[in-house]
């Protein structure tokens, strides 16, 4: 079991830059894969834009492959999300979620959610 606390969201300009982590305040994260959702004002939750493997591998949505990256440092039971170009769409609610199974990403059905970091891109 494991309890996951996000941060790092904020306000940032469009172009910019930010780096979400994803931590696990109980339990430890080296058994599981973990994703990142996220969730627009007034919209439903996306699927899951990035995850990453209990071995490492990752996978990112098309749409934001070549803005956002995912990474682990088990030594600090810590997932991070790093996102570049920052555009006003893609302010949201990151939500980030862990599971034993990668499959279970496909259809956001994942055991362990953190209650979200706010992402907002303004000028």
């Known amino acids: 079991q494991v309890q996951l606390v996000e941060s790092g969201g904020g306000l940032v300009q469009p172009g910019g830059s930010l780096r979400l982590s994803c931590e696990a305040s109980?339990?430890?994260?080296?058994?599981?894969?973990v994703g990142w959702f996220r969730q627009a004002p007034g919209k439903e939750r996306e699927q899951a834009l990035c995850?990453?493997?209990?071995?490492?591998?990752?996978f990112c949505q098309d749409y934001v492959k070549d803005r956002f990256a995912i990474s682990r440092d088990n030594a600090k039971n810590t997932v991070y999300l790093q996102m570049n170009g920052l555009k006003p769409e893609d302010t949201a609610i990151y939500y980030c979620?862990?599971?034993?199974?990668?499959?279970?990403?496909?259809?956001?059905?994942?055991?362990?959610w953190g209650n979200g970091t706010l992402v907002t891109v303004s000028s």
């Open positions: 979620a862990a599971d034993t199974v990668v499959a279970g990403f496909v259809s956001a059905d994942v055991d362990y």
């Open positions: 109980v339990g430890s994260l080296d058994h599981y894969a």
């Open positions: 995850i990453i493997g209990k071995d490492s591998l990752t």
